[in-house]
């Protein structure tokens, strides 16, 4: 583990660097997309498990805390999308100075649609996408984290700690919230302070909508506790969409626990199981290394 | 099986709240008698009860009287999905 700062173009970014494992030849990096808000706090471990066993395959990984997250400078509130496209852009050009260069983006949640977009905006830096339980909708994403405010009010009402008039504060719906957004209000939601220059650009995005180079390849983890899940709509509706573009789609559907949304932290050991086995497959690396 | 049954499993994996799930009876408070069913836990479950049903739940469902007791909730998913 190397941790370090590097400077971002919004300010000093936490940086860590899991090197691959001596015994092994190295074959590459590859770079972590975070999630949003509370679903990195409770990742945080399976984040740390997955990297040491990319590690033991081969391959490095470096991990970093987009500006206003972790410990790297600023606030939720001082963030925005272009910021976080830019910090992950330079977290590349950090793994290139090293005389290294990422040959995967691996994301969970919201940071699949972060990796999709600087891989549209970049084609040339990577192009294997890793995505756990990836978001699709941004929209949707977006709408139930505002939900977290309409049960905080919900508790509230119900245990009688409200104060003043009800009439004065009436809870306020999706709708509103949406409206104080795009008014240029930030939201407090949970203790995290939602701007606009983060939920805007997030509110239109939808992952199968960027264009990707067309070697991409992706794997999508469907991570769900059901035995009889199979493949979610939404991963299926994914993978055709970017068949459709001839690029190169797996869906993995995971019977597992969807530890970014629990308390009490969970292991996931089919996902990363699973994941591990996609990256041991990747025998011709030469070929993912040249594109 | 039943809507009863799966929204127990879904509270159980949610909620974290293992065999405590098990026990819980129609009559079983829900809001204000688990400790961890807290604002984040409310949101999270109604996103989950959406993906696994398949429905979407508004603003103002997101009530005390949908989340009073376990037979509430699932009263509530029963007549979402036969909708």
């Known amino acids: ?291 | 099986m039943s809507a009863v049954e799966n929204v127990r499993e879904i509270l159980k994996a949610t909620l974290q709240i293992g065999e405590r799930a098990d026990a819980l009876t129609p009559d079983t408070p829900l809001l204000g008698n688990i400790p961890e069913l807290d604002s984040m836990a409310v949101a999270m479950l109604v996103t989950s009860l959406e993906e696994h049903f398949d429905i979407f739940i508004e603003d103002d469902e997101i009530s005390a009287e949908t989340f009073e007791t376990f037979g509430a909730l699932c009263d509530f998913v029963e007549e979402k999905t036969a909708a």
Request: net charge negative; hydrophobic share 45%.
């Open chain 1, 1 to 291: 583990m190397q941790p370090f700062f590097f400077n971002s173009t919004a300010g000093q970014l936490f940086g860590n660097y899991f090197p691959a494992t001596d015994d092994c030849e190295a074959k590459g990096d590859i770079l972590f997309f975070p999630p949003f808000a509370e679903e990195l706090n409770r990742s945080r471990h399976m984040i740390s498990r997955q990297a040491r066993a990319f590690n033991r395959l081969g391959y490095g990984v470096l991990l970093v805390d987009l500006f206003g997250t972790g410990d790297s400078a600023g606030s939720y509130a001082e963030s925005s999308w272009e910021i976080w496209i830019q910090d992950m852009k330079t977290a590349c050009d950090w793994l290139v100075n090293q005389k290294s260069r990422p040959i995967a983006f691996w994301a969970l949640r919201s940071g699949a649609l972060l990796a999709a977009d600087l891989v549209q905006r970049y084609p040339q830096l990577a192009c294997h996408l890793l995505l756990w339980a990836p978001v699709s909708q941004g929209k949707a994403f977006i709408a139930q984290f505002l939900r977290i405010k309409i049960a905080a009010d919900l508790a509230e009402t119900t245990t009688g700690t409200k104060d003043g008039d009800e009439t004065e504060n009436a809870p306020l719906g999706t709708r509103d919230m949406l409206a104080l957004l795009h008014q240029g209000h930030t939201l407090e939601i949970a203790g995290y302070h939602l701007p606009p220059a983060l939920a805007l650009p997030l509110l239109e995005m939808s992952l199968t909508s960027f264009a990707l180079p067309p070697e991409t390849r992706i794997d999508w983890f469907d991570v769900s506790p059901s035995h009889t899940a199979g493949i979610s709509p939404a991963a299926r509706r994914a993978i055709e969409g970017w068949h459709k573009q001839g690029l190169d789609a797996t869906a993995h559907s995971v019977k597992d626990v969807q530890f970014w949304a629990l308390q009490e932290p969970e292991w996931a050991k089919n996902l990363i199981e699973e994941t591990s086995k996609v990256m041991m497959e990747m025998t011709d690396l030469s070929e993912v290394a040249s594109c």
